[in-house]
Structure formats: C-alpha cells, structure tokens
C-alpha cells in the first residue's frame, strides 16, 4: 500500500465562517495503481491532492505514504518527501518562459545538489522517454501545449518519484494529445511501477483509468 488515508478532514476558517472543504476520507492506494480523483469544481479534488501531495497537512485523520506517518511532519519533513518521493504536473504546465525544455527538466535536480553529469544524463533520459529529445533546446513558446505538457511530465519524473500526481491533465490539450498523455501514463504505470494519481472532472479521463 502506497498511500492510505482515514478519515481525513481539512477544514478552512474565514473570519466566522467555517468550511469542510474534507470531511472523513478513506482512501487506499496500491503501488503501481492508476487511480482517478473525480469531482465537480469546489468538491475538494484539489485540497485532497495536496494533502496526500505533501503540500498541506490535515486538520485531523491519519495519512500514511509508504507505511510512513505524514500527517504530522512539518514543513521542512513535507518537503524533503515530495522532493524523493512525489512528482506533480498541473494542467497550466508551470513552466519557466525563458528556460530550455532541457532546462526546466533539470531544475529539481539542481534543488537535490545532484552532481552536474549525472543531471544531465538523467534529464536528457526522461526528455527521451516522453518524445521530446529533439526538442530539448526549445523554449515553452516554441512547443505545442501538447510537448509543453511532456516537458511537465520529465520534470515530474526526473527525481524518480514512486507516485505522480496530475492536476486536469488534459484540461489544456485536444483529444489527440490527451491520448498520447495517457499512453504515457500507463507507460510510467506498466514499466516502472509508479502510482498515477489524476484529479479530474472529466468522465471520459476516468473511465479510463484502473480505478
């Protein structure tokens, strides 16, 4: 088991105003599972996955990540696990402008102190197993929103991550780059055994995953 959650709540205070934006969630994981979050906008797909993201804490319940108690590390605990253990995409990309795709992949491991060599080999590995080697000189605005979104998914994925989690993945892209998107993600389930997570609202995208 990947990730396990019980009774999870997040509850957020405005003045006098109080909202569950979670209340008693249980959710079970497994290593290598392509699971679907799916939700009308303002359910708390979003405040889920960036809890059990390592992005947020809960308000109480009990949230284990590879059989480790997180629901009570600090900041600095959260972000050493989602630096070795959970790469993201969002569905606005989140690209540097004036970066490289080569660039942009490489960046988390400058944050790691990764050796130079060993960056540069692993970032070019990733740019070769989305399709993108060619294109590792380009800047965001010279790529399709399609090759923007595979650029995303090697960043995601160059520290080597046991979960991936996308936010509305295909939120940007057209039918033909959502597929490609997808054979991706089961390509990332089927040879290297990592967990994919989407957030959706897309019945279509869901239906397609294992659960």
Not at 74 to 88: C, Q, S, T, V
Not at 105 to 115: D, I, N, R, T
């Amino acid at each position: 088991m990947i990730i396990k959650t019980e009774n999870l709540t997040k509850v957020y205070e405005a003045g006098s105003q109080v909202v569950e934006a979670l209340k008693g969630i249980n959710l079970s994981v497994e290593k290598g599972e392509f699971v679907s979050i799916m939700g009308p906008s303002g359910s708390g797909k979003t405040t889920l996955m960036n809890i059990i993201g390592c992005l947020d804490s809960p308000s109480s319940g009990s949230y284990h990540l590879n059989n480790k108690s997180v629901s009570v590390l600090d900041d600095d605990d959260l972000a050493k696990i989602r630096n070795k253990e959970i790469g993201f995409v969002f569905q606005s990309f989140h690209l540097l402008a004036r970066n490289t795709a080569f660039e942009n992949v490489m960046l988390p491991l400058k944050y790691a102190g990764m050796g130079k060599d060993e960056a540069i080999k692993r970032s070019n590995d990733v740019l070769d197993l989305v399709g993108l080697s060619s294109r590792s000189k380009h800047t965001p605005a010279e790529l399709s929103g399609g090759q923007q979104q595979r650029v995303a998914i090697a960043r995601a994925l160059v520290n080597k991550p046991s979960i991936l989690f996308a936010d509305e993945p295909t939120g940007n892209l057209d039918s033909k780059n959502s597929k490609i998107l997808f054979d991706l993600f089961f390509k990332l389930r089927d040879d290297y055994n990592c967990s994919v997570i989407i957030v959706t609202h897309d019945e279509k995208s869901a239906d397609i995953c294992d659960r």
